[in-house]
């Protein structure tokens, strides 16, 4: 019979929400970058968080440990409210993302900590039923329950994830020689208050037009079809209320389609610009975007990923 498990170490990665065409319903995971939750039974009944650590190894500086306000124990509970065995829980959380990055930092922790918390349950549930849990962490920090970076932060790859289908989460084909291109500049951008900026209302021709590039995007992953990538990502709607709330943005974007770029758009909220460009010349997109951020003023980091890059895993228990 299998012992019970005492701690579990989980990895999510980070991820791109909307990708450009799919606002709150279609999003990317990225490789190597990535939050980690280490989830150990412990006396008592309550859940705790004993510290949350930066990739410096030091105590982070900005994120709370009280579990009621970090998306990774809010996560957690909420599984072992539904599922666990009633005894206490203490989790770490090794922060690998940058905060309000638009890197899907907020939902890297909530997967990491359900991951990590699942493999501690006596019948761990399916990645597929770990969703609603996840997305209570993320509800916490954009006021709303969009699922564009739990999804892929859950499964990998490009996931469509449209409300209306939920708990269903639809992995979409990777194409095999396109990679993104992450580039994630040194400013900060709160998720739920640039929502709430967000018009409300949007025409029956804006909405024609961006459902025609969703459908089309979609198709051309499907089939692998390069050129139908470049016509077709591009954001209508969200893009041009968000992009002036980055001012390297433009830059970047420009420099990105000069180097090749398939398409450039705004990485979930921002600040964080990704492209998707041909793998042979992701190298030369990403200098060409760094340049430009930096020309700007503004220091960065940029990450290249295959489209299949891998989503969560449990790394070890015992
Ligand atoms: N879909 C979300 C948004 C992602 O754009 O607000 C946030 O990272």
């Known amino acids: 019979m299998k012992g019970k498990v005492d701690t579990a170490t989980a990895f999510a990665p980070a991820s791109i929400g909307n990708v450009a065409v799919g606002f709150d319903m279609l999003g990317l995971a990225i490789a190597g970058v990535g939050d980690r939750v280490i989830a150990t039974r412990v006396a008592g009944t309550s859940l705790s968080i004993a510290e949350v650590r930066g990739l410096d190894g030091e105590i982070h500086p900005y994120l709370s440990a009280d579990p009621e306000q970090n998306t990774a124990s809010i996560a957690a509970q909420a599984l072992w409210d539904a599922r666990g065995d009633g005894t206490g829980l203490e989790l770490k959380v090794l922060k690998g993302v940058p905060l309000q990055s638009g890197m899907g930092s907020s939902a890297a922790s909530a997967v990491a900590a359900v991951v990590a918390v699942n493999a501690l349950l006596d019948s761990p549930l399916s990645t597929l039923q770990l969703l609603p849990y996840a997305l209570e962490g993320e509800k916490f920090a954009s006021a709303a329950q969009h699922a564009d970076n739990v999804a892929p932060s859950l499964l990998g790859g490009l996931v469509f994830c449209p409300e209306s289908l939920y708990p269903s989460m639809i992995p979409v084909s990777p194409v095999a020689g396109v990679s993104s291109v992450l580039l994630h500049p040194e400013m900060q951008i709160n998720t739920a208050s640039s929502r709430k900026k967000l018009a409300r209302g949007y025409s029956i021709d804006q909405w024609l037009k961006q459902q025609g590039l969703l459908g089309g995007f979609l198709l051309a992953c499907e089939r692998g079809d390069v050129e139908l990538i470049r016509r077709t990502l591009i954001d209508l709607l969200i893009e041009p209320q968000r992009s002036s709330s980055v001012p390297c ?51 960065c980091q940029s990450w290249i990923s295959p489209m299949n890059a891998p989503g969560a895993r449990v790394e070890s228990t015992k």
């Open 249 to 299: 943005f433009t830059g970047v974007k420009e420099a990105a389609m000069m180097a090749n770029a398939l398409g450039c758009s705004l990485s979930g909220s921002g600040p964080s610009i990704f492209a998707l460009c041909a793998s042979q010349e992701a190298a030369k997109v990403a200098t060409a975007m760094e340049q430009a951020c930096r020309r700007f003023g503004y220091e």
